[in-house]
């Protein structure tokens, strides 16, 4: 550390040296990320924001309103009147939060003290660091030939330890989702707690379903359904780090509660303590900003340019591995494999793809920075290396 204070202007020239090393969304060039840019609008009521701390609600009362309201529009969004959760980090943090109230709940309860969570193999690596935590244990059901959950494989699967069941309305290699209205009835009539991993859909399947998109039912209009995670900082604009936990019952948070001696309120449910208030307004914000029909539109744009993907690589014969449901496509070149296509992609022209796991192949996310124009570039780079 510098003993004597450095200029600012000084400090300033540095940094921008280092942010140049970084990869810029509007370049085009990153096509495998979840996460993009944020709107600009957001962007400004994110910097009023920063020091509004939601961990210590009592002195910030104002921003812990807002962050009431966004849970209720978001529940809302997900068909549940009286929603109850709170804007997190990101759907880490939110699934993280979701088998913790599982876990508590069986365990008061139903006095499970060894429990275990059926997942499907295509579930995000969030609830491996949830297991570890908890000391839970994955029991991992099987996918179809569709790559989507068996349905008959959870419920061979389910034990008097279940504490809960894991289903992914948008899963974060192929953007599908689980055969969700099936697993919730199982849930239900087993009485377990039944968690949807919508991190990534749920800010386009219900603005796409109002639009005339053909969705299967996949929120709390099914009475199985416990709770939903859904990232803001995804496909909602909003910028990072913003992620959001609904719950269907408020005895969900009492069950994580813990005493909180110093703070102005009593108990604390969430994970992190002294949290960022800037996020949780600025999806406030971008919600009323947007309205239903600004995010459908959005929503609407990046199918389109999904298709557009899809079709194109097939006319220049890349083999497409499933038809998208949401904004990904999965592919592979006829003979070279995904890790080869991928590193000679890069070297081309500097596009940053994916390659997923479970089917091999690259993995395209069309997300907000990713223009018809850089798709077309992509496109004819593509070709080349065909
Ligand atoms: C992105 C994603 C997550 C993790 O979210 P983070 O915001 O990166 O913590 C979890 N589940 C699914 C299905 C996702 O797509």
Redesign the pocket.
């Known amino acids: 550390m510098n003993d004597l204070p450095i200029d600012k202007e000084e400090i300033l020239h540095e940094l921008d040296l280092i942010q140049d090393e970084d990869l810029k969304y509007r370049d085009g060039r990153i096509l495998g990320s979840?996460c993009t840019e944020a709107h600009p609008f957001a962007k400004e009521v994110y910097v009023k924001f920063l020091d509004s701390n939601l961990g210590d609600p009592g002195l910030f009362r104002g921003t812990k309103s807002v962050e009431e309201k966004t849970i209720k529009i978001i529940g809302r969004l997900l068909n549940l009147d009286e929603a109850y959760g709170n804007i997190v980090t990101?759907?880490?943090?939110a699934?993280i939060m979701a088998v913790r109230a599982a876990r508590n709940h069986a365990r008061k309860y139903k006095g499970i003290k060894n429990g275990e969570i059926i997942l499907p193999k295509s579930a995000?690596f969030?609830f491996k660091k949830a297991a570890d935590m908890m000391n839970l244990k994955i029991i991992e059901a099987d996918l179809d030939e569709n790559y989507k959950i068996d349905v008959n494989s959870v419920k061979n699967k389910i034990t008097e330890n279940t504490i809960a069941i894991v289903a992914?309305a948008?899963?974060?290699e192929l953007g599908l989702i689980d055969p969700i209205e099936e697993l919730s009835q199982i849930a239900h009539e087993n009485n377990i707690y039944f968690h949807v991993?919508a991190?990534?859909g749920g800010f386009s399947i219900p603005f796409l379903k109002s639009i005339g998109y053909d969705f299967p039912e996949f929120d709390f209009k099914l009475e199985g359904v416990s709770s939903i995670?859904v990232?803001p900082?995804?496909m909602g604009l909003a910028p990072i780090p913003a992620?959001g936990i609904i719950f269907r019952k408020k005895e969900y948070l009492e069950v994580m509660a813990v005493d909180s001696p110093y703070l102005t309120v009593k108990t604390q449910s969430t994970i992190v303590g002294t949290r960022l208030g800037a996020s949780t307004v600025a999806t406030y914000a971008l919600l009323k900003y947007f309205g239903k029909s600004g995010y459908s539109k959005l929503a609407d744009n990046l199918m389109k340019n999904t298709q557009f993907l899809r079709q194109s690589l097939e006319e220049i014969g890349y083999d497409v591995i499933v038809e998208p449901e949401l904004n990904i496509v999965a592919f592979n070149h006829p003979e070279k494999s995904p890790d080869d296509l991928s590193e000679e992609l890069e070297k081309i022209n500097g596009w940053k793809v994916s390659v997923a796991n479970c089917p091999k192949a690259i993995r395209i996310v069309l997300m907000n920075h990713v223009t018809k124009t850089h798709l077309k570039e992509f496109i004819s780079d593509l070709k080349e290396l065909y």
């Not at 990101?90 to 943090?93: L, N, S």
Request: charged fraction near 20%; proline fraction near 0%; charge should be negative.
């Open positions: 979840m990101g759907g880490t943090e699934n995000h969030s992914i948008g899963t974060t991993d991190a990534f995670t990232d900082h995804k992620g």
